[in-house]
């Protein structure tokens, strides 16, 4: 029975992507991840005085494919904004951001409505040591501006989102759509991409929203699902007891499953916005527009909506291709090598393969396309058993080869069908109490008599073409 309940939750999303590309947002400093502390910096990046910022053009190019990709509406022109805050990671004392002219606003991805895209800086990153880490001797915390001036875009949802498992789909769908256009690596432990949820209640049934608070800087969508459950969950206990939410900005800790408070939630007048002074507005030209517009290649949820409407692959193996895009491109090249059947080939990639190889890329084992497409065909075609085949696939992922050369040199082709039929006699005769079991109604006792039959033909026998033959001859 589907549980009822009081409150209806609503979530918003703001993402931070940093962008790919070889400077930084506004100066000619290296864009890299990992370098020594505070060894990608200049003049301009440290707010020296006298010092002017320039706009990277290819940020804004990368910008506005993710607008593109959106779908959504790129006005005349933008303008960018200084975002006061004091915080020892802005070296300037603002943030150059975009305020009330984003690059692009009104879009859609999925069944979320996306608010706007804008481009702006990030700040330094503030390394903390507390008890268990300790600098020069004492507790501190100190600054490593490599990344201050590194190119973000910001996006932001409407609040469409209505649970917490709802709010990591769009984010893994997010993700993949990113990773698909090349514009940022996403990675979320590295901090490329970077997760704020908005979560309030509301009685269910109404349309009227309740006091927001934002959960930042949350680092994998299994932590983004689980911190937005347990804000819901402290949100519905303070209503249950008649008291009032207040609007704040928390802290998650996954490790204990806490929240806690950072700061009350800061309004835009809270950051004293102004126009920047030192930069231009972005006035897209048509011809800017066109080759953001041109380099988009085809897009997660498309692709998955192909799969499934041209290839009738499974709607949930289509997203599986759709979101791991190297699991997609292997099962197009695998059709397009041996013209396998479509279906067998998704359920063998999203199955076995995925299972075979983990998060790693198939591209970087010695598994080929038309290798894998030959010996799915082998197992349709009854020529080898699939539990057999799962070993010659371990066999290609590691050293490659033909799987008919594999499973002839291995004799794991499948058993002909006089051999199976004495095997399978064989098997009846020697376990007689089972048999007795079976014709009595108990099905599971029909599991002693198929190992018999699988250990004596050492795998080379098809486990449902096994228990057929011992229904047909018992008859069962």
């Not at 903390?128 to 300790?134: D, E, I, Q």
């Not at 599986?320 to 699991?327: G, P, S, T, V």
Request: hydrophobic fraction near 40%; charge should be negative; proline fraction near 5%.
């Amino acid at each position: 029975m589907t549980e009822v309940r009081a409150y209806e939750p609503v979530i918003g999303i703001e993402i931070h992507v940093q962008l790919r590309t070889r400077t930084k947002m506004f100066c000619s400093c290296e864009n890299r991840f990992g370098a020594e502390p505070n060894t990608l910096t200049c003049p301009v990046c440290l707010a020296h005085p006298g010092t002017l910022p320039v706009t990277n053009a290819e940020a804004v190019h990368l910008a506005l494919m993710i607008g593109m990709a959106f779908g959504c509406e790129v006005p005349e022109r933008s303008i960018f904004h200084r975002k006061n805050y004091f915080y020892p990671d802005s070296p300037k004392g603002y943030q150059i951001s975009q305020y009330d002219h984003p690059l692009a606003v009104r879009g859609r991805l999925g069944d979320v409505r996306i608010h706007r895209v804008h481009m702006e800086e990030d700040a330094a990153k503030l390394v903390h040591a507390g008890s268990s880490g300790r600098i020069h001797g004492a507790e501190r915390s100190v600054v490593d501006f490599n990344r201050a001036g590194t190119p973000l875009v910001e996006i932001v949802t409407e609040p469409d989102l209505r649970s917490a498992a709802q709010a990591a789909e769009f984010g893994r769908l997010l993700q993949a759509t990113l990773r698909r256009m090349g514009v940022s690596d996403v990675n979320m432990e590295e901090g490329s991409l970077r997760m704020d949820a908005n979560v309030s209640i509301r009685p269910a049934g109404e349309a009227t929203l309740g006091t927001k608070t934002e959960l930042k800087n949350m680092n994998s969508f299994r932590f983004l699902e689980r911190g937005i459950t347990a804000e819901i969950e402290r949100q519905e206990a303070i209503l249950h007891a008649d008291g009032q939410i207040e609007q704040e900005t928390l802290h998650f800790d996954p490790r204990s499953g806490s929240l806690t408070s950072l700061r009350s939630k800061e309004e835009a007048h809270d950051y004293r916005y102004f126009p920047e002074p030192d930069l231009v507005p972005i006035a897209p030209t048509p011809e800017m527009l066109e080759r953001a517009r041109s380099a988009l290649p085809e897009l997660p949820a498309e692709r998955a909506e192909r799969f499934e409407r041209d290839l009738g692959v499974p709607a949930a193996a289509a997203r599986m291709l759709a979101f791991r895009a190297e699991l997609g491109d292997l099962l197009e090249a695998a059709l397009a090598a041996d013209g396998a059947d479509a279906r067998a080939l998704a359920n063998w990639v999203t199955n076995e393969v995925a299972a075979r190889i983990g998060d790693s890329d198939p591209g970087d084992t010695r598994l080929e396309p038309a290798a894998l497409a030959a010996l799915v065909g082998m197992v349709e075609a009854g020529d080898v058993p699939r539990s057999a085949a799962k070993d010659v696939l371990g066999v290609l992922v590691d050293e490659g080869g033909d799987p008919r050369e594999i499973v002839a040199s291995r004799g794991l082709g499948a058993a002909g069908s006089d051999e199976l039929a004495e095997i399978v006699d064989r098997a009846i005769a020697g376990n007689a109490d089972a048999v007795e079991k079976i014709r009595a109604g108990n099905d599971k006792a029909i599991g002693a008599v198929v190992g018999a039959v699988m250990r004596e033909a050492k795998g080379r026998a098809d486990g449902g073409e096994v228990q057929r033959m011992i229904r047909e001859r018992i008859g069962s």
